[in-house]
């Protein structure tokens, strides 16, 4: 059986539906990466790692209910493993050996929360960092993977393979403009989770950062931390208080959440993704109607000897509420 | 139909499941099972009007065996029982297209009224895929292939076409206690380790269900009622905020949402087994190294029995098995 090439993998791929397709060693990875996210401790047989990226229709910016957009992110990550596996059958059809890694799931058994989650249901910590090692975007200041093609409105996935594929090389020059060229992520994100004050000219590197906990509550609205939170509240409070929490929305939509929207549970708020500028597809996506009333007067910044802040204002629907 | 055409209809049918991603595929006669199931789990008891039933498998990707991640292994394993419902469907619309009924079982639902007086679920799918010569029931009751053992899912379809049944195959492919490596590693030891020493695999076959869902179904529905029992029986005061913080609950959401740990979350028995293709590639990575801890299997044939230890998992392994009692065990801290 003659052995496959990287241009083969793109190929096939490609047409099982995949826009963005990376190659990344698993040994650079382990050499990058914290303990509990290398991929060696999954696997030293399996030693490619493909990084399968594919962009969120950019309809969905017209959403207006999370719901909507839930859902529709939700099936985008269920035919992102549909389509993953179908790969990885492809390779073995072809005498390669290869396993699906999961974007979503969290060990709860090593993590608290469901917070490496964030942002945005994009994928693993593993699987950003692979997709920046493999030179398919770079990290944003909202520790999203910014890509040429489609800015952070981009999900990934991964199969592992024992293939010994040259691995692709990191982009050379960041993709994110930064909180000081340009801000937004952090000016609308409704929890003030981005980095919205920065030392005047400091590297995108020394900035970006996610407050993953802030982050959760809108990345998950009614995901797992959410289940919890809510169900010890309920046990906490007393009387009728009580029996308002059990009889909430919030109750109706963590099971729904849940049973229903399930792949779309880790994919809530989106804000940070729609209103960033990097991509082929960002003049789409900021055509929507309510998208362009974002920054009506574009960010406000504020300047002080040696430091710079974004001026928070949220989410337009917030700002309507 | 005639006897050319049906045999041109099943020919095509194979094909057509080969080629969608079916690794095995036979054709069992409905009225034929329905004189061998000895329990209530009959085709009469799924449903009438169906002359055969086309069985088939689907292996789990091999890759996901040379991993250290179990939940990664139960990921894929649940993306291939998804593919097995692909298949259904796709078999079905086939046969509808040429003017054929067809209805799939469900390859994972069962009766949860667990009354022994009705059928626990519609076909035992792994009695039909016997049936269906693509393979054979091993000493654990799992589903053997051929080229990859008990490392697949099964599906299977009834229809009203009439197709030449499939011969099963004429040799068991489990070796039995005289291999007995998936009953020495078993978790839970759920897996026959005494048997009547000289008897047949197929006198003594058998699998302890309810101790194996503590290992395969982890966080499944008899250890949500465990775990509540375990808070129930539990001599320590409530404290909800102790039972909601542990890791268990926030890993109950995630087996409802995505299935991985309710289903499909055990694989020692698959590690172990050295039938298939696909074992000598497999054993050989580092990864499967100490599957069958030290000393291995030991076999005692005395006073007309044979008998074989457990070890159960590997030591590094033992903790993520058998979750039955966690949330009461909170309530200790």
Redesign the interface.
Known sequence: MPALTKDDIRAQAQACGFDLIGFASTERLDARLPAEDRPGTISTTLKTLLVLGKHIANGVSGALDRRQKQFACGQLAQVMETAGRELGYWLERNGAMAATLPALFVDFTRELSAAGNTPAGQGSRLLRAAAVESGLGTWGLNNAVLTPQYGPRVYFGGLLTNLALEHDSPLAEELCLGLEACGRCAAICPEKAIPLRAAAGADLAAVRGLDAAACLKSAHPFGPDAFVDHFRATFAARGREQQQLIDSASTRELWQGLAVLRQGAFTGCMECLQVCPVGEDATAVQASPHRRDDFPTGVTFRRAPGSIAVEPVGPQWRRHA | MSDLKAAQLKSDLKAFAAER?ADGVGIVSVAAFEAKVPNLQKPSSTGLGYHSIVAFYRHV????F????V???S??GH??M??IERLQMELIDWLERRGHLGVAPPPEAAFLDLDPRKPMGTLDLKWVCEEAGIGTVGLNLNFLSPKYASRVYIGCIMTDAEMEPDAPMERDLCPGVSCGRCGVVCPPDAIPRDVALGASLREYRTLNKRQCSLGAERIGIRSIHLNIESVLNSGNPFD??AV??S?Y???W??S???K?GAFAACFECLYVCPVGDDYK?MYK???RVGDLPRPGVKHDKQDGRHRINWLGPPAERVK?FNRDSELGKALEK
Do not use: C, F, K, Y
């Open positions: 991603g990707l091999t890759g996901a040379v991993t250290r991640h939940p990664l292994q990921h894929n993306l291939t998804d593919d909800a905020d909601l913080e890791p609950m926030r890993d959401w995630q409802v949402n995505s991985v590639p990575a580092p990864e993520i």
